[in-house]
């Protein structure tokens, strides 16, 4: 049987005329990582207030396995990081989750591994004023790792954060799901999430417009694949009057077709593989299929 811990049903929240959620819907299972997007305003915020218990629904539930927000079950539940982390300057890393183990009543024995997971070890004795931003993001997602939290609500965890520590970070969130915990997390970053979560939901303008696999929101979306052929000098007249498609300069053509049409456009196209220099297939990414979702009609999003 799944193991639902994040359950929110028709959930709806205004700030006087403004309408911040619209009957937003959404599930996050034990071991899932879901990725809600949405651009600034689009309700992402709003929503974790309510899932934290800061605002009250006007209409809809929030439960976190199975408790109402606010209460002191869904918070033993919850761990939250925020985009921008404060902790005192003056304490040591390690004291810092020794303090906020001792909140959450968790053994203070697992703090070396705490701090060893998310790559603080070395800096662990040093005072948190003379950490780096990315430093205090890492501190923070350790933080939001003490007691194994059932959901782990993350605002933008990779803020701040170069590269490599962008990696190792979701690296960890990964762990964590794989350990069970059901993770939600907001974020702008679009291409660094596309392999890094189960599903995606998209918000826009307080209404949840799309939730699914990649797979899923790309078959919903309908986008075409692009197909891009180099053509050998004098050819690519030919190969267009063939295939179609776009010139994009004296020797290269783009042609788009359906996903489930790819295969047999590759293999009419193949059959002229003595005028071919070069085959590339492109793909929706989810920055296509973010605005594809993000920008359709509130009546076409509710249909």
Do not use: W
């Not at 309408?19 to 974790?48: I, P, W, Y």
């Not at 939001?144 to 969130?173: K, Q």
């Amino acid at each position: 049987m799944t193991d639902t811990i994040l359950d929110i049903r028709d959930l709806s929240l205004s700030f006087g005329r403004l309408r911040a959620l619209d009957g937003v819907s959404l599930q996050v299972q034990a071991g899932e990582t879901l990725a809600l997007l949405g651009h600034n305003g689009a309700g992402k915020s709003t929503l974790f207030k309510a899932v934290l218990g800061f605002l009250a629904p006007e209409a809809g539930s929030i439960a976190i396995a199975g408790h109402a927000p606010g209460t002191d079950a869904a918070r033993i539940a919850i761990n939250y990081l925020p985009e921008v982390v404060a902790f005192p300057r003056s304490l040591t890393g390690r004291e810092v989750l020794t303090y906020f183990s001792g909140l959450r009543s968790a053994p203070k024995t697992g703090i070396a591994d705490l701090l060893e997971r998310v790559g603080l070890s070395d800096a662990a004795d040093r005072a948190v004023g003379t950490y780096s931003k990315g430093m205090r993001q890492r501190l923070g997602l350790a933080q939001a790792l003490i007691g194994a939290p059932r959901l782990l609500l993350l605002d933008e965890p990779t803020s701040g954060l170069d590269p490599v520590s962008r990696h190792e970070f979701y690296a960890v969130i990964a762990e964590a799901a794989a350990r069970g915990s059901a993770v939600l997390l907001s974020s702008h970053g679009l291409e660094e999430i596309q392999t890094r979560t189960d599903r995606v939901a998209i918000l826009a303008r307080g209404a949840l417009r799309a939730v699914g696999t990649l797979e899923d929101l790309a078959r919903q979306a309908a986008l075409p694949t692009t197909i891009r052929v180099t053509a050998r000098p004098g050819e690519a007249d030919q190969l267009q009057t063939e295939f179609g498609g776009r010139r994009i300069n004296g020797c290269r053509l783009e042609i788009d077709c359906a996903a489930d049409a790819k295969l047999a456009l590759l293999a009419r196209i193949g059959t002229r593989s003595n005028v071919l220099q070069d085959i590339d297939v492109a793909v929706p990414g989810l920055d296509d299929i973010y605005r594809h979702h993000s920008n359709q009609p509130d009546e076409e999003a509710s249909a």
